[in-house]
């Protein structure tokens, strides 16, 4: 995605913002950051036909800049190659939102008016039932979308879940829960990317020897590991929480069939220093194979290692999120001798602060 426009929802009144491969979106809680994130959330429910579902059982008045008294619209335009694109508006009825509008944009095609209008004045899209060309490519696009969250690393948390070698296989589930099953895969097709994220996660564990993936004989298989230093195989639970967050983080990288993007919150939760620096090497090595990254965090460890333009900075104003990209000739002079993180931390980069 090129680009995306966004109106109407939650802390967001109104963003026009370019995407780059790498995106990461760094201010204070509260800030709107969490609000951008899961916008793609909602474009996943859309595209799924389940906003209904959704927005009545997260609360449909929240959803809206600052109440339906404010705001009764929520709309949204995505920018792909060229000058495609799909935008669609939502309009606050009684019952929910109504589609009053839902559009396909064809790039320099002299034959066809845009937006070529897709829209049901229904509840949900149409979008999946669509046969014109373009909406192959958007449906591509919208069905690899998905938010990861890798904070929950307790005794019942999804690293810690039966997951099937035949069912779960096919993708990295967005909280983890199918790791054991995607890794089993993994390993069996395509052992060289194995041994890449076996050898990653031992450069911040060494202890760590291999995982033990074994399937149960009705084809269930759990998350277990081996240690340099004793025969045992352990479970999940014996790993500290950063290092769980770590295996699903390199999972994710160095999967051998990248999504067009990956969207996290927070991927620097419990890890060292030392791991934060693996991980931003991660991001950049797939963003540089046509892997698109968007990230929030509040980690100036994190930042440390990117240039300006990877970053926006968020902050909320009277209620209202404020996105900007950062620029290296404004900071060009302060970069001589100061680290992209430095500058955030001394105000000079003024924006992202909570007392902006």
């Known amino acids: 995605m090129n680009k995306i426009d966004i109106y109407g929802y939650k802390s967001i009144k109104e963003l026009s913002i370019g995407l780059l491969p790498i995106n990461i979106l760094i201010g204070a809680n509260g800030s709107g950051k969490s609000n951008f994130l899961s916008f793609f959330d909602f474009l996943r429910q859309v595209y799924n036909r389940n906003l209904q579902e959704y927005v009545a059982l997260k609360g449909g008045d929240?959803?809206?800049?600052?109440?339906?008294?404010?705001?009764?619209?929520?709309?949204?335009?995505?920018?792909?190659?060229?000058?495609?694109a799909y935008s669609f508006t939502l309009k606050k009825g009684n019952a929910g939102f109504i589609f009053t509008k839902e559009g396909m944009w064809y790039g320099n095609n002299p034959y066809i008016t845009n937006p070529v209008d897709?829209?049901?004045?229904?509840?949900?899209?149409?979008?999946?039932?669509?046969?014109?060309?373009?909406?192959?490519?958007?449906?591509?696009?919208?069905?690899s979308?998905?938010?990861?969250?890798?904070?929950?690393?307790?005794?019942?948390?999804?690293?810690?879940?039966?997951?099937?070698?035949?069912?779960?296989?096919?993708?990295?589930?967005?909280?983890?829960?199918?790791?054991?099953?995607?890794?089993?895969?993994?390993?069996?097709?395509?052992?060289?990317?194995y041994n890449l994220i076996v050898k990653t996660i031992q450069s911040i564990a060494p202890y760590f020897l291999d995982f033990f993936l074994q399937p149960e004989d009705n084809g269930n298989i759990k998350?277990?590991?081996?240690?340099?230093y004793s025969p045992?195989?352990?479970?999940?639970?014996?790993?500290?929480?950063?290092?769980?967050?770590?295996?699903?983080?390199?999972?994710?990288?160095?999967?051998?069939?990248?999504?067009?993007?990956?969207?996290i919150d927070e991927p620097e939760l419990g890890l060292h220093p030392t791991a934060i620096a693996k991980l931003a090497g991660l991001i950049k090595s797939v963003a540089a194979k046509n892997c698109q990254v968007i990230i929030a965090?509040?980690?100036?460890?994190?930042?440390?290692?990117?240039?300006?333009?990877?970053?926006?900075?968020?902050?909320?104003?009277?209620?209202?999120?404020?996105?900007?990209?950062?620029?290296?000739?404004?900071?060009?002079?302060?970069?001589?001798?100061?680290?992209?993180?430095?500058?955030?931390?001394?105000?000079?980069?003024?924006?992202?602060?909570?007392?902006f």
Do not use: C
């Not at 879940?161 to 390993?187: M, P, V």
């Not at 045992?232 to 999967?255: E, K």
């Not at 980690?299 to 902050?315: A, C, K």
């Not at 009277?318 to 970069?335: A, K, M, P, Q, T």
């Open 62 to 84: 929240t959803f809206l800049h600052k109440g339906d008294k404010i705001t009764d619209e929520i709309s949204t335009k995505l920018y792909f190659q060229g000058t495609n």
């Open 118 to 143: 897709i829209a049901s004045v229904g509840p949900e899209s149409t979008l999946r039932f669509e046969t014109m060309p373009r909406a192959k490519y958007i449906r591509q696009y919208l069905n």
């Open 145 to 193: 979308l998905a938010k990861y969250h890798f904070h929950d690393t307790g005794e019942n948390s999804p690293f810690n879940k039966e997951s099937n070698i035949e069912n779960d296989k096919y993708y990295l589930y967005d909280k983890g829960s199918n790791i054991a099953a995607f890794l089993y895969n993994i390993q069996n097709k395509n052992p060289i990317v």
């Open 223 to 228: 998350l277990r590991w081996r240690s340099k």
């Open 232 to 263: 045992v195989i352990y479970g999940v639970n014996s790993l500290s929480d950063g290092t769980i967050r770590f295996i699903a983080l390199a999972t994710l990288f160095l999967q051998p069939n990248m999504p067009h993007t990956i969207i």
């Open 297 to 355: 965090t509040q980690s100036t460890d994190l930042i440390s290692h990117f240039t300006p333009e990877d970053v926006i900075t968020v902050d909320n104003k009277d209620g209202e999120s404020v996105f900007e990209r950062l620029n290296s000739d404004s900071l060009r002079i302060w970069l001589e001798d100061y680290t992209i993180d430095d500058l955030w931390k001394r105000n000079i980069i003024s924006t992202g602060h909570p007392n």
